[in-house]
């Protein structure tokens, strides 16, 4: 059965824009037991993507949370969060937990998919982060996930940019953790998942669980049947045949840039370089700069930020890492890594301004004016690797041998090693500064 591509054809500014794409990996495919989770987040060129850590924290009963749009109950603790998120939602794109989840989230156009999708709901990249404060094992946060969204629905606009204000969508998650992985894939308030507990996966802009399906909303078969989605003698329920808007291709090769070319170039190359069981943080490093597949985005969209994290197995020694860009464009940036530790700090320089309750999303009617949200290191970044510029050579030289040195220096960083974990990320982010104003002063 061919995979389902699912973008909408008229609407090629939407199309260009929805093209994350999300990978996991895990033993046997992996060295060391380990596993391996990478996104690349795909917004407008000119979004700001910040990284930023929220501590643990408790509630007191009835307390709510403000996430993009809507308030829900907040729950009696939360745990502490590592995310990368567009600077003016409350949501993120993409993140890890203090136990070792990870979460990215991918656009999808579905049957559910309209203008009813613009009312102001949960975001999927509120469901992000939800999950990761929420979910202590990728099983919980598959099920806060689902629960949260057979309550709440999804919806909202989903960029600040005005010139994409009528643009929403439904969302797919990878959901990992140290043991196993779960893809979700939504349409509405429906939504089906699918264990992965060996070899690789990803997903993009695309529905891709067709009838291994390990868990599923209440009556989504009848949903199918009854709407005309899918009828029993048809054959084995497939959720991305019934659930798709578009046809699939059946015939030549899919557009590039497309979700479907994305997802087919994302699982050849995630299969080359697992292939000999040796997949580590350097191989998602490769995928997620990858070009040529259109997997990191240098157009109409642009991965602005990319994650990778490396989930050691229960009992390791060795330190959960989480890697992140905090600028656009992996291949033009650098991976910088975090640990969660006691105390951790990252400081200031990969965080966006707060303007609080004077932020533009939060008064209303919303988004009538913007607002400055570019953080220190983007704009060092920006001054001197501006895109659709030539690369700077020296410069990106320069990066590589800190991104090399740093690899090498966290490869057998315990977990026991409070001290040099809890200021990990921010002297990462200090070295590079120092590497752009020394570029900036020559």
């Given at each position: 059965m061919p995979v389902i591509i699912c973008f909408r054809r008229s609407a090629d500014s939407a199309m260009m824009l929805s093209s994350c794409d999300t990978f996991v990996a895990l033993p046997p495919a992996t060295a060391e037991g380990c596993v391996v989770f990478g996104k690349n987040s795909d917004r407008p060129e000119d979004e700001v993507q910040e990284v930023v850590y929220v501590s643990a924290a408790d509630y007191a009963p009835g307390s709510v949370v403000s996430c993009t749009y809507i308030d829900i109950p907040q729950v009696p603790h939360t745990f502490a969060v590592v995310l990368s998120k567009p600077a003016w939602m409350w949501g993120?794109?993409?993140?890890?937990?203090?136990?070792?989840?990870?979460?990215?989230?991918?656009?999808?156009?579905?049957?559910?998919?309209?203008?009813?999708?613009?009312?102001?709901?949960?975001?999927?990249?509120?469901?992000?982060?939800?999950?990761?404060?929420?979910?202590?094992?990728?099983?919980?946060?598959?099920?806060?996930?689902?629960?949260?969204l057979e309550t709440y629905g999804q919806g909202g606009r989903c960029y600040e940019d005005p010139e994409y204000a009528s643009i929403s969508y439904c969302n797919s998650f990878i959901i990992a953790d140290?043991?196993?992985?779960?893809?979700?894939?939504?349409?509405?308030?429906?939504?089906?998942?699918?264990?992965?507990?060996?070899?690789?996966?990803?997903?993009?802009?695309?529905?891709?669980?067709?009838?291994?399906?390990?868990?599923?909303?209440?009556?989504?078969?009848?949903?199918?049947?009854?709407?005309?989605?899918?009828?029993?003698?048809?054959?084995?329920?497939?959720?991305?045949?019934?659930?798709?808007?578009?046809?699939?291709?059946?015939?030549?090769?899919?557009?590039?840039?497309?979700g479907e070319h994305r997802y087919l170039a994302g699982k050849e190359l995630l299969e080359r370089f697992s292939q000999n069981g040796s997949f580590d943080v350097s191989s998602m490093f490769a995928i997620l700069r990858d070009e040529d597949s259109c997997i990191c985005r240098t157009d109409v969209s642009v991965s602005v930020g990319s994650q990778v994290s490396l989930l050691t197995p229960s009992g390791s020694s060795k330190a959960d890492v989480h890697w992140f860009t905090a600028t656009p464009n992996p291949a033009r940036s650098i991976y910088k890594p975090f640990a969660f530790a006691r105390d951790v700090e990252i400081g200031s320089l990969s965080v966006s301004p707060d303007y609080g309750e004077q932020d533009p999303v939060r008064n209303r009617p919303r988004f009538q004016r913007i607002v400055d949200r570019t953080h220190e290191l983007y704009r060092a970044h920006r001054a001197v690797s501006p895109l659709g510029c030539n690369p700077n050579v020296e410069l990106l030289a320069s990066l590589k041998d800190l991104e090399n040195k740093t690899l090498l220096d966290v490869m057998e960083l315990s977990d026991g090693d409070e001290s040099k974990k809890r200021h990990l990320f921010k002297e990462a982010l200090e070295d590079e500064l120092k590497i752009y104003r020394r570029d900036l002063n020559n």
């Open positions: 993120a794109e993409m993140g890890a937990n203090e136990h070792g989840v990870a979460i990215g989230n991918e656009a999808v156009w579905t049957r559910f998919t309209g203008t009813s999708c613009l009312i102001e709901k949960l975001l999927g990249m509120d469901y992000v982060r939800l999950g990761l404060e929420r979910g202590a094992n990728a099983r919980q946060a598959l099920d806060v996930i689902t629960g949260l140290s043991r196993e992985a779960w893809v979700l894939e939504t349409a509405g308030q429906h939504w089906a998942a699918e264990r992965v507990e060996k070899g690789v996966r990803n997903i993009s802009n695309l529905l891709t669980i067709e009838t291994k399906i390990d868990a599923m909303s209440n009556g989504l078969l009848d949903v199918a049947q009854r709407k005309g989605f899918w009828e029993p003698d048809e054959g084995p329920f497939n959720f991305a045949t019934a659930f798709s808007t578009c046809p699939p291709v059946r015939a030549g090769l899919p557009p590039k840039g497309s």
